[in-house]
């Protein structure tokens, strides 16, 4: 223990660490990719939840008119303007992320141009729902089923390198992918210090990033198709999303529906308010 105005460092002598084992296999690099994976399914969800909350409260028509003339309309503003900043570093964490110990798509991607890491990948055995129905009592039905899904997925390997050019093409060399990585990596991540002249300055995102919500909308549809790809080939399922706009639907309409009652409550205690105001002027007025 130590005592008031003294100081004692134990001696305390760490373990050496030795070396990093590799894998020249691919087996290590192979269940990162499937960690990968997995965060990317569990994490885009949240991207086209924010994705669809802006989107529905730009289109509302009641919320917008609740908001007109209002104090209330620029906190929406501001408060809208958060998301969609929100919503494009999430984009460019999940999607674009190049540092080494990111869980991104494009780490996942390189990971899939590894000859070891596919090798490793396409000699996993899946256990199936037929097979185990069929079972081992009949073994044409069975080697025929084993056929059948051995073909199918010897197409899904032959169609890789495909399917990554198309990722590619559609995710990580468009325009979009460049703003979004600027703006990302040098507002959130770095704080990029630039030349403004001979003066510096802190890069800042203006108006000449010329990135519009059609843009970033047709991008996260692109990136989602990736995603979706991504755990077909990895995990060998598929990434569920049919249901969310359903969900996030129910999720949008009660949030609206709680902001038009608190503007409307606002704008009634308002009226009210200079209702009385005016009635005791009436009154002290000869």
């Not at 939840?49 to 917008?64: D, G, N, T, V």
């Not at 209002?70 to 674009?96: C, E, K, P, Q």
């Not at 507002?187 to 890069?203: F, L, M, N, P, Y």
Request: hydrophobic content about 40%; charged content about 30%; some cysteine.
């Amino acid at each position: 223990m130590c005592r008031a105005g003294s100081w004692r460092m134990e001696d305390r002598t760490l373990p050496m660490s030795g070396p990093k084992q590799k894998t020249p296999d691919g087996s290590g690099e192979l269940a990162r990719l499937r960690v990968t994976v997995r965060h990317l399914s569990a994490a885009w969800p949240t991207v086209l939840q924010r994705r669809h909350f802006l989107r529905a409260m730009a289109r509302s028509e009641a919320l917008r008119s609740a908001l007109e003339k209002t104090y209330a309309g620029h906190v929406f503003n501001a408060m809208h303007g958060a998301m969609s900043f929100d919503l494009v570093r999430a984009v460019g964490a999940l999607i674009l992320d190049h540092r080494r110990r990111s869980a991104s798509l494009w780490h996942a991607v390189a990971s899939l141009r590894k000859s070891a890491v596919v090798k490793q990948l396409r000699a996993q055995v899946y256990p199936d729902p037929e097979m185990q129905l069929v079972g081992r009592a009949n073994a044409e039905i069975h080697a025929a089923l084993a056929r059948i899904h051995r073909n199918a997925f010897d197409t899904v390997f032959n169609d890789l390198p495909a399917q990554l050019e198309e990722i590619d093409t559609t995710v990580f060399a468009t325009p979009v992918a460049r703003t979004i990585k600027d703006v990302r990596d040098k507002v959130v991540a770095h704080a990029a210090v630039e030349h403004d002249g001979t003066d510096w300055k802190i890069w800042v995102v203006n108006r000449d990033t010329n990135l519009t919500y059609a843009q970033l909308d047709d991008y996260i549809d692109a990136c989602t198709k990736a995603v979706d790809r991504l755990n077909h080939l990895v995990l060998r399922t598929a990434f569920s999303f049919d249901d969310l706009p359903g969900i996030d639907q129910g999720y949008v309409n009660e949030y609206i529906d709680a902001l038009l009652i608190g503007l409307r409550e606002q704008k009634q205690e308002k009226e009210r308010q200079r209702e009385e105001r005016l009635k005791r002027t009436q009154e002290l007025t000869p």
